[in-house]
């Protein structure tokens, strides 16, 4: 296969872990579903391609991803998984909601965060420490996240699902 359209509709973990599969030597278009305009094709120009990583106030703890682009996650959710002894990395948007990625380059933008984040992570904690990752993020983001992971080289990650009727974030994957 030279080539590879995917068109993603799934819960994040599992689009993550697509993402694993695919990896991000093939060349692969992702695309993502858009509520307004509906559809699939990207927009020619975003509002803003600015993705922060936020790095933890101190150090110490179980290391922590968030993934806030479609939403924020407060620290609260997360302590009621993990408790509080954790070391919180952020990737963010400055406005987080549903329609925030809609071109390409919002795309590429997150694929280097990611890619800073793990390396970060990874720095701070080691190669073999368990990363425990709490997403909400677009379907796209979640394929991407997956595809940039090395599973030689970045650390082993517990991906979390919000689930409403277990009051919260799961082990998913």
């Not at 806030?68 to 408790?83: E, K, M, N, P």
């Amino acid at each position: 296969i030279s080539h590879l359209s995917v068109f993603g509709f799934a819960p994040q973990p599992l689009l993550m872990c697509l993402g694993t599969c695919l990896t991000d030597i093939p060349d692969v278009d992702v695309f993502q579903l858009r509520r307004e305009p509906r559809g699939w094709k990207w927009a020619a120009a975003p509002s803003s391609s600015e993705v922060i990583v936020d790095p933890p106030k101190a150090a110490g703890g179980l290391p922590v991803l968030v993934v806030g682009i479609s939403g924020t996650i407060t620290i609260d959710r997360i302590w009621r998984v993990l408790g509080k002894d954790v070391n919180v990395w952020t990737v963010r948007v400055p406005s987080p909601h549903n329609d925030w990625l809609c071109c390409r380059d919002q795309l590429r933008a997150l694929r280097r965060a990611f890619r800073q984040v793990f390396d970060e992570i990874k720095a701070a904690h080691g190669q073999a420490t368990t990363i425990h990752v709490f997403p909400a993020m677009p379907i796209a983001g979640a394929i991407e996240f997956g595809r940039v992971r090395m599973p030689k080289a970045d650390a082993p990650m517990r991906i979390y699902d919000q689930v409403n009727d277990r009051d919260g974030f799961v082990p998913a994957i």
